[in-house]
């Protein structure tokens, strides 16, 4: 098996290919980075991923970037663990259609939550911004709500779409989002927040956050 690096900001979207790794039981380094101090802009973090983001996973040394990539290559390697539908042409297509829609729809409107001046930069258009962001993510959120209707998992089984959709619902709460209108989503994090794989990631999450906080 490669040697498997995982470079991480707490908190951020990296915490999907952080607990699939928990998940899959794989053995890896995990690097936390400070999102917030900027260490992603970093010229040696830059060498390795261009594109100044997390999450970033090492593959004996080569970059591999895009939590959508990077979950496909822990499903293709950790077959066992069943990370993603393998072999069923239909369910593989659904489960890509969903992490589609995470990795393109869904999280870039988060984006403009937490930053709104990276779409906009005009002078008092941030709360507008904002505005049209948490709209959207609202609507998002209904569908995800709609998907989750009688399943304990949004394909049936647990997957890293359900780490994805896991990931959406924290920033919610981080943002204070009215999360009221979503009792099967809500249902779904309260499940997530049981695995062991989900604690492990968080555990080690929460204290890499104390020491890069710490540290100068
Ligand atoms: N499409 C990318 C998105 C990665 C992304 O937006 N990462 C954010 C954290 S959630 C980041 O690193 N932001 C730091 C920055 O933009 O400076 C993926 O799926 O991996």
Request: proline share 7%; aromatic share 10%; hydrophobic share 45%.
């Amino acid at each position: 098996m490669p040697k498997l690096t995982l470079y991480f900001g707490p908190g951020a979207c990296s915490l999907v290919p952080h607990i699939t790794l928990e998940e899959a039981g794989a053995a890896f380094e995990a690097k936390p980075i400070s999102l917030r101090k900027g260490h992603q802009r970093t010229p040696e973090y830059l060498a390795l991923n261009p594109k100044g983001k997390v999450p970033l996973m090492l593959v004996d040394g080569k970059p591999l970037t895009e939590n959508i990539a990077i979950a496909y290559y822990l499903a293709k390697s950790f077959p066992a663990a069943k990370l993603l539908p393998m072999g069923d042409l239909n369910a593989e297509a659904e489960a890509m259609s969903l992490l589609g829609w995470c990795g393109s729809g869904i999280h870039p409107r988060f984006g403009a939550l937490f930053a709104p001046q990276k779409l906009c930069d005009l002078p008092d258009s941030a709360d507008n911004v904002k505005k049209l962001a948490a709209e959207d993510t609202a609507k998002n959120f209904a569908m995800v709500e709609k998907m989750l209707a009688g399943k304990e998992w949004i394909l049936g089984q647990w997957s890293v779409v359900d780490a994805y959709l896991f990931v959406f619902w924290r920033w919610a709460g981080f943002l204070k989002l009215d999360l009221s209108g979503y009792p099967n989503y809500a249902k779904h994090a309260a499940r997530m927040a049981e695995r062991p794989s989900v604690k492990r990631a968080l555990e080690r999450e929460t204290s890499a956050q104390a020491e890069l906080d710490k540290a100068a």
